[in-house]
Structures are given as C-alpha cells and as structure tokens.
C-alpha cells in the first residue's frame, strides 16, 4: 500500500448547460476525462482541485478554474459536502469534497466541444460537454457516484 493515508479538500464546480430550451438534445454538464491505468476505465468528474491551508473552498474554486482553464466563474452557490473513498491507480484516496454549482461567466464556454488543460507539464487532461443521460443510462462513469444526488 502507500504511505500514510491524507485526507484531501477539494472543491469541484459543477456547470450544467442552460435551461433545457436551446438545448434540444438534453442537459449537459461541463466535466473533466479521466483514466485509470489499473483498471482500464475511463471516468468523469467535474472540475476543480486542492483547498490550500488558509484559503476558502470557494476561492479555491475559482482559482483552480482560472489555473485550468483560464475561466471566471459566476452565480456560485454552494451544494454540500461529500466524503469520498476511492481507489485510483491501485492506490487508496480519501477526498472530502465542497461542492458548488457554478456558471461560466463566459458564454464562449457553452459553445466549446472540448478543451485540453494542462495540470502540470506531465498531464494533460480533456475537458468536455457531455448529456448527463449517458451517465444516467450507465454508458460513461462520473465519480464520485453520489454526485447524481446533485444533478
């Protein structure tokens, strides 16, 4: 196993698309894809990143979708927390997640198919749009799985 296990503070932003009226094809959710080498499986999850010691989930949130993906986020609101366990790359994680809902205060945002972000010169990551009934349906995975209380 890994050494000593740490308990991380995270805040994601969950962004949907709209209102359901120009989007004939359902509601979309903005996410990040992700990829487990030991488990082959590909997985979904919104985006966001550490809480610094001294700085509010919500600042930490902004400043994550500024480091990203160069975006300013607006009408934040807070959802709740989740503890999440997990295993990822054979190793043992323990988050607890602040969770907001959160638009893009950019509409050229809406417009995007995808985006890839850098989170450190090593890992690129892609972002994208995707139908939240293909997770529904079970087709592609978004984690932690308690976040469908939220959508």
């Known amino acids: 196993m890994n050494k000593a296990g740490e308990i991380r503070v995270i805040a994601l932003g969950l962004i949907r698309d709209g209102d359901g009226s120009a989007n004939a094809k359902g509601e979309r959710i903005f996410l990040s ?21 001294g700085e509010t989930s919500r600042a930490a949130l902004e400043r994550e979708f500024q480091e990203e ?18 295993t990822f790359n054979g190793r043992q994680g323990h988050e607890i997640i602040q969770l907001y809902q959160c638009d893009f205060a950019d509409s050229k945002f809406y417009q995007l198919e995808s985006l890839v972000f850098s989170e450190s010169p090593h890992h690129k990551h892609k972002a994208l749009w995707i139908d939240i009934s293909r997770f529904k349906s079970g087709e592609l995975r978004l984690v932690p799985e308690v976040f469908f209380e939220y959508l």
């Open 69 to 86: 993906i160069q975006a300013d986020l607006t009408n934040i609101k807070y959802l709740g927390c989740i503890e999440n366990l997990f």
């Open 33 to 53: 894809e992700g990829y487990d080498p030991v488990k082959q499986e590909t997985f979904y999850r919104a985006l966001g990143g550490g809480v610094d010691f």
